[in-house]
């Protein structure tokens, strides 16, 4: 079968180095072995997460810590923002997990203000908060930085933060925003395959979760905490997707993390490039677009071009790119192109290439 090489966002194109190191022969995860493994990657996933906390390693896609983070943070009620397909998700989740949750609901292509995020937490019935950083359905990165500022106003408030799409494509400084809880899968912009997520805890995050019974087991912070202080995981991990994480963070430092935020940055900007030459607009709100990924607006709000969505990506895909069609109730009316994980400007190139090549024949 021809590989078809993926340029949706998420799971993105895992390079041969990693899969390669995902191959090597297994080892006991109660041993020496499996302990240096861990010990050796924990400075460099506490840099990537600019924390001095420990870094946890859970064998789950991303949803596992983002439903644990409920499970164990939420006593009284939770505020889940929604701007997207993953962040209204939220909501449900809390709601099944036996949650007090509300949503702080904007519409898609929106992204969530610190003034909306201030007026709920300034009622009080709130004591966790949760935000997803780079709303993938949409392509809407929400300004980080400012509602972490506001948050500091509602130290009580447990804040957890979903960035599961942008974290190692920009900087995210955990101690310094002062968040409570941050998480991401590794198929998205850590470019590897699906299956495993990094989380951390914030001591404040740690002394609720001791608090709070029903937390269960699988996802219990106070076990990841217990468990990473001698440098294992609470139960067997994958120890493959382990060995794929410290080749992968051996790639990062030696990119430098500056150079790949910065390449990021650079071959999303050509992708803006490609859209605004064809006469597309973007879907989300100007000044709030992702540096991940462009989510094209095809109709879903008014102006610039429309296309057949699902012909483009068939198009695009007879000459090896796997594109993505739109998400949720917007597919087909949005596509998303992503640049994140290992795409450089010549890889880019040669999807931009395959775009142009099919919208020649729309
Ligand atoms: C992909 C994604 C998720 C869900 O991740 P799973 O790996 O499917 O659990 C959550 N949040 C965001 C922002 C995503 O992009």
């Not at 067997?236 to 993390?257: C, M, N, R, V």
């Amino acid at each position: 079968m021809a590989h078809v090489k993926l340029h949706i966002p998420g799971p993105v194109e895992v390079s041969e180095k990693t899969f390669k190191a995902m191959t090597s022969p297994m080892i006991g995860h109660r041993g020496q072995g499996f302990k240096d493994l861990y010990a050796k990657m924990q400075p460099q996933l506490q840099t990537l997460l600019g924390t001095k906390q420990l870094v946890y390693l859970s064998t789950s896609s991303a949803w596992g810590v983002m439903e644990g983070a409920i499970r164990n943070l939420v006593a009284k009620k939770v505020l889940n923002c929604m701007c997207g397909a993953f962040s209204d998700k939220w909501l449900d989740v809390s709601l099944r997990c036996g949650k007090q949750a509300e949503g702080l609901q904007v519409p898609w292509g929106s992204p969530i203000r610190a003034e909306e995020v201030d007026k709920k937490l300034a009622t009080g019935q709130f004591d966790a908060l949760t935000l997803i950083h780079n709303e993938t359905s949409t392509g809407t990165m929400s300004p980080l930085l400012e509602i972490a500022a506001l948050k500091k106003k509602y130290p009580d408030v447990m804040f957890i933060v979903d960035a599961v799409s942008s974290l190692t494509a920009l900087p995210i400084k955990f101690d310094e925003l002062g968040i409570d809880v941050l998480l991401a899968g590794t198929q998205k912009a850590f470019a590897m395959p699906p299956g495993l997520a990094v989380f951390t805890a914030s001591p404040a995050a740690l002394a609720k979760a001791a608090t709070i019974k029903d937390r269960g087991y699988y996802f219990d912070f106070v076990e990841f905490e217990k468990n990473a202080k001698d440098s294992m995981t609470p139960s067997t991990p994958a120890i493959p997707h382990i060995y794929g994480l410290a080749s992968k963070l051996d790639d990062f430092f030696a990119e430098g993390l500056e150079a790949r935020y910065a390449r990021h940055k650079k071959t999303n900007q050509m992708t803006r490039d490609w859209a605004a030459r064809h006469g597309f607009t973007l879907f989300p709100e100007a000044g709030y677009e992702s540096v991940t990924l462009c989510c094209v607006n095809n109709g879903a709000k008014p102006g610039g071009r429309t296309v057949d969505a699902a012909k483009l990506q068939k198009l695009v895909k007879d000459q090896g790119f796997l594109i993505d069609g739109g998400y949720g109730k917007i597919k087909g009316t949005t596509f998303r192109l992503s640049n994140m994980g290992d795409e450089t400007e010549a890889t880019m190139q040669q999807l931009y290439t395959a775009l142009d090549n099919a919208m020649k024949q729309l």
